[in-house]
Structure formats: C-alpha cells, structure tokens
C-alpha cells in the first residue's frame, strides 16, 4: 500500500527558482565540492574534472550574488582567494545529500563518466 504523503503539488514559484540555480551546470557539483569547507578556485577546478575556468567563475559570481557562496581575498603575495558556503549554502547539505544517495541508486556509472568527460 502506498503512503500519501500531505504536499502541495501546486506550482510555487520560489521552488522553481532554486530548481532553475541549483540545476545550471556544474552549479550542483560546486556546491557539493564547497560543502567540504573552504577552498580555493584552482582546486575546485582540480576536484571537478570538466569543469572550465570560465564557467567556474561565472557559476562562482551568480552563487555569491545569490548569497550561497562568499568570497574571501586574502591580503597576502600572491593574493589568496579562497570560496566557502554561507549559511544559506550550507543549508543545502541535506539536498545535496539526498540527491547524492538518489544518484547512486537510480543512475548508472556510465552516465556519470560521460557527464565527467564532458559528454
């Protein structure tokens, strides 16, 4: 017997905008990579295969404009600039997580690696 669970399927368009943020490319792995703490971009580069300098720093720009990612540059030589997930990114933990654990059930590996070698 199925469970009904008490939800408004109705079309919300708060809901729609975070679908539309969190599923721009690359924006979802960035944030996962970012859920691991503070890093700086040349190793988000480096922990997210496919991913280019471009597209990473536009997706950097719109999630700082948004309030999920800051920014912080370090007054050292060189500069030092490191990215880290605000509050209302890390509130993202659990969603990330689940889409993690629905991704290893539901989607092949094979998908995975095409998504990784730009596929």
């Given amino acids: 017997m199925e ?31 970012l859920l691991g703490g503070s ?27 948004e309030g999920i990612v800051s920014r912080t540059v370090f007054p050292e030589v060189p500069v030092r600039i490191e990215y880290r997930l ?5 509130e993202l933990q659990r969603i990330i997580e689940a889409v993690d654990t ?5 989607t092949e590996a094979s998908a995975t690696a095409d998504v990784a070698s730009g596929h």
């Fill in 3 to 33: 469970t009904k669970l008490t939800f408004d399927s109705s079309y919300c368009p708060k809901f729609q905008a975070a679908v539309e943020l969190l599923g721009r490319r690359w924006t979802g792995a960035i944030v996962r990579t």
């Fill in 39 to 65: 890093v700086r971009f040349g190793d988000i580069l480096h922990r997210v295969p496919g991913l280019s300098d471009r597209l990473l720093s536009e997706r950097l720009r719109e999630l700082e404009g």
């Fill in 86 to 90: 605000t509050e209302k990114g890390r």
């Fill in 102 to 106: 629905w991704a290893g059930k539901w």
